[in-house]
């Protein structure tokens, strides 16, 4: 069936993914008895539907399409590739030119200290390639016992077992007996959910310390390292306080542990510099990367790595038993290199920091006047608004977490806009190309849909 000249009717469609498709992250029960929505081509920051709707992409996709939708040039570089050398491996002493050249880019492209690459097929697989590798660098440093990692709850670090793991999401944790031995969480720096009376940089302060008190009470000789996400995202978009990195760059220098920046959503322009911990201020030692290296256009990620991790493998010797079928794919390389030229030549990561950010970051602002935000925080193109019943006091509803988000969600949904909602909270991370008057749209939906959301809380009563 080709689905592209011939789509069938929006039920046909919608009872074969019911008959045969299970969905990530979803209940298929319900979304089974309401049908799925079925996205048939994007150009720029625009979705369509198979019903002819057309979609403000809020997302991104999930956070990873940075150059939007129908670049050529990328199309163009993998049709090239796929017909030069659709697929070989890197694991029995050879290479390819897309891989060499990408990882060469890369290590361009990421700050001074971390200069080698590891390539994986996702960001969850980045995260598995970090837990295998900060262990194994420490058992060949002499120091085996150096093996806890230490994340944050609310983190999200990918789906496998060990991305499950390093996350802090306890109904992910529920299901399959998660998280793996040697991986604990301390509290993250949400200062509007957890902060209390406190002033926002002793709060970043304080939550960054929690590091130093797990260090201790774990003993140092057993800590291999810290991660974390520059900005938490599936987390609801928690921008930490200006105190927090440095403070968890010195505890980690301290304490000789590495520290690890899942750049996963951070990366590749979204907070205005190429990776958010430039944005934060803090030199990390291991960096995974996905979605935004190569727009999502093909998956592929990676770990970037510093010299110092990287040396204690070359000159240490001896094989590292891991790797991919799809490491260093050669079409999802092409993809990834015709992406970041395009990042690069359109300068999305400046534009973001002094346009397009700036302005979204104004209209956001005005958001957070609606009666229904508490507030409204913004840090280059990724945002969150939290939803209150009362904004003075930063209160949460007391119905169960997510109602009015969904609410919000599906209002959103029906003026043409993907926002999604974490709890409460609504989240936007848009295209970097989205131009000024794509944010007007934007805004301007979005406060449609509050206003809506607000006339629905009043009228069933949610409290
Ligand atoms: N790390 C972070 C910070 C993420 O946001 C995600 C995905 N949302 C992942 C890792 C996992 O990436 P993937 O879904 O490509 O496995």
Same mark, same amino acid.
């Given at each position: 069936?080709?689905?592209?000249?011939?789509?069938?009717?929006?039920?046909v469609?919608q009872?074969?993914?019911? /008959?045969?498709?299970?969905?990530?992250?979803?209940d298929?029960? =319900?979304?089974?008895?309401?049908?799925?929505?079925?996205i048939?081509r994007?150009?720029?920051?625009y979705l369509?539907? =198979?019903?002819?709707? @057309? %979609?403000l992409?809020?997302?991104?996709g999930?956070?990873?399409v940075?150059?939007?939708?129908g670049?050529?040039?990328i199309?163009?570089?993998?049709?090239?590739?796929?017909?030069?050398?659709p697929?070989?491996?890197? #694991?029995f002493?050879?290479s390819?030119?897309?891989? %060499?050249a990408?990882?060469?880019?890369?290590?361009?492209?990421a700050?001074?200290?971390?200069?080698?690459v590891?390539?994986?097929?996702?960001?969850?697989e980045?995260?598995?390639?970090?837990?295998?590798?900060?262990?194994?660098?420490?058992?060949?440093?002499?120091?085996?016992?150096?093996?806890?990692?230490?994340?944050?709850?609310?983190?999200y670090?990918?789906?496998?077992?060990a991305g /499950?793991?390093l996350g802090?999401?306890?109904?992910?944790?529920?299901?399959g007996?998660l998280?793996? !031995?040697d991986?604990?969480?301390i509290n993250?720096?949400y200062?509007?959910g957890e902060g209390g009376?406190m002033?926002?940089?002793e709060?970043g302060? *304080?939550r960054?310390?929690?590091?130093?008190a797990?260090i201790?009470r774990?003993?140092?000789?057993?800590v291999?390292? #810290? %991660?974390?996400?520059?900005?938490?995202?599936?987390?609801?978009?928690?921008?930490?306080?200006?105190?927090?990195?440095?403070e968890?760059?010195? %505890?980690?220098?301290e304490?000789?542990?590495?520290?690890?920046?899942?750049e996963?959503?951070?990366?590749f322009?979204?907070?205005?510099?190429?990776f958010g911990?430039q944005?934060f201020n803090?030199? !990390?030692?291991?960096m995974?990367?996905?979605?935004?290296? =190569?727009?999502?256009y093909?998956?592929?990620?990676?770990?970037?790595? =510093?010299?110092?991790?990287?040396k204690g493998f070359?000159?240490h010797?001896?094989e590292?038993?891991?790797? #991919?079928?799809?490491?260093?794919?050669?079409?999802?390389?092409?993809?990834?290199?015709?992406?970041?030229?395009?990042?690069?030549?359109?300068?999305l990561?400046?534009r973001?920091?002094n346009?397009?950010?700036?302005?979204?970051?104004?209209?956001?602002k005005?958001l957070g006047?609606? !009666?229904?935000v508490?507030e409204?925080r913004i840090?280059?193109l990724?945002g969150?608004l939290?939803?209150?019943?009362?904004k003075a006091?930063? /209160?949460? #509803?007391e119905?169960?977490r997510?109602?009015v988000?969904?609410?919000?969600?599906?209002?959103?949904?029906?003026?043409?806009?993907?926002?999604?909602?974490v709890?409460?909270?609504m989240i936007? $991370?848009?295209?970097l190309?989205?131009?000024r $008057?794509?944010v007007?749209?934007l805004?301007?939906?979005?406060?449609?849909a509050?206003d *809506?959301? /607000?006339?629905d809380?009043t009228?069933?009563?949610? @409290?």
């Amino acid at each position: 069936m080709d689905y592209i000249a011939n789509l069938p009717p929006t039920h046909v469609l919608q009872e074969k993914d019911a /008959a045969h498709h299970l969905h990530p992250f979803t209940d298929t029960k =319900s979304l089974n008895a309401k049908g799925t929505r079925v996205i048939t081509r994007a150009e720029g920051v625009y979705l369509w539907d =198979s019903e002819g709707h @057309k %979609i403000l992409d809020g997302m991104a996709g999930l956070w990873c399409v940075n150059v939007g939708y129908g670049r050529t040039e990328i199309i163009e570089a993998v049709h090239r590739q796929m017909q030069q050398l659709p697929y070989y491996n890197t #694991f029995f002493q050879t290479s390819h030119p897309p891989a %060499i050249a990408l990882a060469g880019k890369i290590a361009q492209l990421a700050p001074d200290q971390l200069d080698h690459v590891f390539f994986a097929g996702s960001g969850s697989e980045a995260n598995d390639t970090v837990v295998r590798m900060v262990r194994h660098y420490w058992a060949s440093e002499g120091k085996p016992t150096k093996k806890t990692i230490i994340s944050r709850h609310n983190a999200y670090h990918g789906s496998t077992m060990a991305g /499950a793991s390093l996350g802090g999401m306890s109904a992910m944790h529920a299901q399959g007996g998660l998280p793996i !031995p040697d991986i604990t969480h301390i509290n993250q720096p949400y200062w509007y959910g957890e902060g209390g009376d406190m002033d926002p940089a002793e709060f970043g302060l *304080m939550r960054a310390r929690e590091l130093e008190a797990e260090i201790d009470r774990l003993g140092e000789d057993n800590v291999a390292a #810290f %991660i974390g996400e520059p900005i938490q995202g599936a987390g609801g978009v928690v921008i930490p306080p200006k105190t927090y990195w440095p403070e968890i760059q010195r %505890i980690c220098r301290e304490r000789n542990i590495l520290l690890i920046a899942d750049e996963v959503i951070c990366g590749f322009g979204r907070t205005g510099n190429w990776f958010g911990s430039q944005t934060f201020n803090f030199k !990390p030692d291991l960096m995974p990367i996905a979605k935004g290296l =190569s727009s999502g256009y093909l998956p592929i990620g990676a770990v970037v790595v =510093s010299e110092k991790v990287a040396k204690g493998f070359i000159e240490h010797g001896g094989e590292f038993y891991h790797g #991919f079928t799809y490491s260093a794919h050669p079409a999802a390389c092409a993809a990834a290199l015709a992406n970041l030229e395009i990042i690069e030549n359109e300068r999305l990561p400046e534009r973001v920091a002094n346009d397009t950010g700036l302005y979204l970051a104004e209209k956001w602002k005005m958001l957070g006047e609606h !009666p229904l935000v508490g507030e409204a925080r913004i840090c280059g193109l990724v945002g969150a608004l939290e939803l209150s019943p009362d904004k003075a006091h930063r /209160a949460s #509803f007391e119905a169960e977490r997510g109602t009015v988000g969904t609410i919000c969600r599906d209002h959103c949904f029906e003026s043409g806009l993907v926002m999604r909602h974490v709890g409460d909270s609504m989240i936007i $991370s848009p295209p970097l190309v989205i131009t000024r $008057s794509e944010v007007d749209e934007l805004i301007e939906k979005a406060h449609r849909a509050l206003d *809506m959301t /607000a006339a629905d809380v009043t009228a069933q009563g949610i @409290k």
